[in-house]
Nanobody
Framework: QVQLVESGGGLVQAGGSLRLSCAAS????????MGWFRQAPGKEREFVAA????????NYADSVKGRYTISRDNVKNTVYLQMNSLKSEDTAVYYC????????????????WGQGTQVTVSS
């Protein structure tokens, strides 16, 4: 089992940047695919980005491609989400998640979730 704790959210102006972090407990962090999802008010939770076990493979939602970068540090047991050129529509609660089996953009494939961190982009 793994526990996930996100940090780094906050209020930022449109065009600005934020870096989210997700710290994982346990000694087997490198055995999990890690993903970031977000949920805006009144909307369903949606995929943002995923990174493979070693970090060699990443994929992104079209809405964030070219602006966001996911990365991981398997020594520090942490996954990051660098968010640049933020837009008001990026406002949401951002969740990190871990999958023990699948490299996927489907939230149903993820076994463990953090509590979320709020990102608010003002226009």
């Amino acid at each position: 089992q793994v526990q996930l704790v996100e940090s780094g959210g906050g209020l930022v102006q449109a065009g600005g940047s934020l870096r989210l972090s997700c710290a994982a407990s346990g000694r087997t962090f490198s055995s999990y695919v890690m993903g970031w999802f977000r949920q805006a008010p009144g909307k369903e939770r949606e995929f943002v980005a995923a990174i493979s076990w070693s970090g060699s493979r990443t994929n992104y939602a079209d809405s964030v491609k070219g602006r966001y970068t996911i990365s991981r540090d398997n020594v520090k047991n942490t996954v990051y989400l660098q968010m640049n050129s933020l837009k008001s529509e990026d406002t949401a609660v951002y969740y990190c998640a871990a999958s023990s089996t699948y490299y996927s953009d489907s939230l149903e494939k993820y076994d463990y979730w953090g509590q979320g961190t709020q990102v608010t982009v003002s226009s």
